[in-house]
């Protein structure tokens, strides 16, 4: 029997794929990621790892507050600090922005999320370099933070990896292997690997896997600028 079967192959070493695997792989699965360069290079390695959980649903919000929680546990199971609480602050200048603010409060509140309105007087002493003679609204969510996306992806891959998750870099996966419209597994310079459950979790890559089964996926990728600034002191 070949060694290169399991249940599940995720396509993608980004943080969606490490996730992924983790999860299943707690699960009882067996997980195999193929990754086509090394863990984290792809978009995960160079976000910026801002992490606001406020989103326009509550459903979405909830998604976010669940993803704090299991970075928390990761932490701890990984023995690394990822997560820095800072807080975040979301303003309006306009009405129409402003009355956003105010359902955005009333829907946190109605999940438990931690989000409050903050005085435009408050705002300006908390962040002194802001300019805020023009806002109308402010609201702040103390649980917001950032991190590191090269530690979330280490920690994701030491735990995974606890968990029997076993992954292949330099593994680009070039073909599919199908029978009618069931998948058998896939192709990758390294040989094939077998599974009945492939996983595409290749980011802004995912349209050219999908395009190996002839399928359409209408995604695009698109740049992404930001800067970095020094701590006001
Ligand atoms: C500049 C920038 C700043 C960002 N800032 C933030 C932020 O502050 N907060 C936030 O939440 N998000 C941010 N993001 C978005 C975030 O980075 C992405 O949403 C997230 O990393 C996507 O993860 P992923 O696993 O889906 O994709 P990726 O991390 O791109 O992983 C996909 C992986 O698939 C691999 N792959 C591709 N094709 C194949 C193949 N054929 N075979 C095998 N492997 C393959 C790639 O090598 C790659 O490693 C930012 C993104 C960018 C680019």
Redesign the pocket.
């Known amino acids: 029997m070949s060694k290169n079967i399991s249940d599940v192959i995720i ?9 992924t695997a983790m999860q299943l792989a707690k699960r009882g699965s067996s997980v195999t990621v ?19 959980q406020l989103r326009g649903t509550a459903e979405h919000t909830r998604m976010l507050m669940d993803g704090v929680e299991i970075v928390k546990e990761l932490e701890a199971k990984a023995s690394v600090e990822i997560y820095v609480q800072t807080g975040s602050v979301r303003v309006a200048e306009t009405p129409e922005r402003a009355q956003e603010i105010t359902d955005l409060v009333e829907m946190g509140h109605s999940i438990d999320f931690d989000i409050d309105h903050i005085a435009i007087d408050e705002l300006a002493k908390r962040l002194p370099y802001m300019h805020t003679d023009d806002l109308t609204a402010a609201c702040w969510c103390p649980t917001d933070g ?1 991190l590191q ?1 090269a530690e979330l ?1 280490a920690a994701y891959h030491k735990v995974g990896r606890d968990h029997g998750v076993r992954y292949e870099t330099n ?4 073909g599919v292997l199908l029978e009618g419209n069931k998948a058998l597994g ?1 192709q ?1 310079p390294k040989g094939e690997f077998l599974s009945p459950v492939l996983v595409n ?6 349209y ?2 999908a395009g ?1 089964t002839d399928t359409t996926l209408p995604t695009a990728a698109l ?4 800067l970095t600034t020094q701590p006001h002191s």
Not at 13 to 18: F, I, Y
Not at 34 to 52: F, P
Not at 223 to 226: A, D, F, N
């Open positions: 396509i993608g070493g980004g943080v969606a794929g490490l996730s193929l990754e086509r360069e090394q863990i984290g290079n792809g978009s995960t390695g160079r976000a910026a790892g801002l992490l606001g950032h996306p992806a593994c680009p996966v070039t896939v990758t979790a290749a980011g802004p890559w995912s050219l896997v190996l740049g992404h600028v930001y």
